[in-house]
């Protein structure tokens, strides 16, 4: 029986290829691909920012070797910066309440 991290890694891989999957191109996201996942699994995220160009903000920032799509290396680090900024909110909400 897998763990809970298992299962965790899991679902992001299969989330990523879920999506990338879509344009004929396997493995990589398109612009558009990665609108549709974060509309579909990173909405209050999306929904959180007041930017309407954050998505194409985002595939910049992803997109570091610059060939239009984004691997799942590229991909993962989005998943990394969202899990730690994640976590730092819960840390100062255990900080108010008053639990460790």
Same mark, same amino acid.
């Given at each position: ?6 299962? #965790? %890694?899991?679902?992001?891989? @299969? ?6 999957? @879509? ?10 691909? +990665?609108? $549709?996942? %974060? $509309? ?5 995220? +999306? ?5 309407? #160009? #954050? ?17 799942? $290396?590229?991909? !993962?680090?989005?998943? !990394?910066?969202?899990?730690? #900024?994640? $976590? ?10 008053? @639990?460790?």
């Amino acid at each position: 029986m897998p763990s809970d991290l298992e299962t #965790a %890694m899991e679902s992001l891989i @299969k989330v990523f290829h879920r999506y990338a999957s @879509k344009d004929g191109r396997s493995g990589t996201l398109s612009r558009r691909e +990665l609108r $549709e996942l %974060m $509309e579909n699994e990173l909405s209050n995220f +999306l929904r959180s920012q007041k930017d309407p #160009a #954050a998505v194409d903000k985002i595939m910049k920032d992803l997109d570091t070797n610059g060939d239009g799509q984004v691997d799942f $290396e590229e991909f !993962v680090s989005l998943v !990394v910066g969202l899990s730690i #900024a994640c $976590e730092q909110c819960y840390q100062m909400h255990m900080k108010k309440t008053g @639990k460790k």
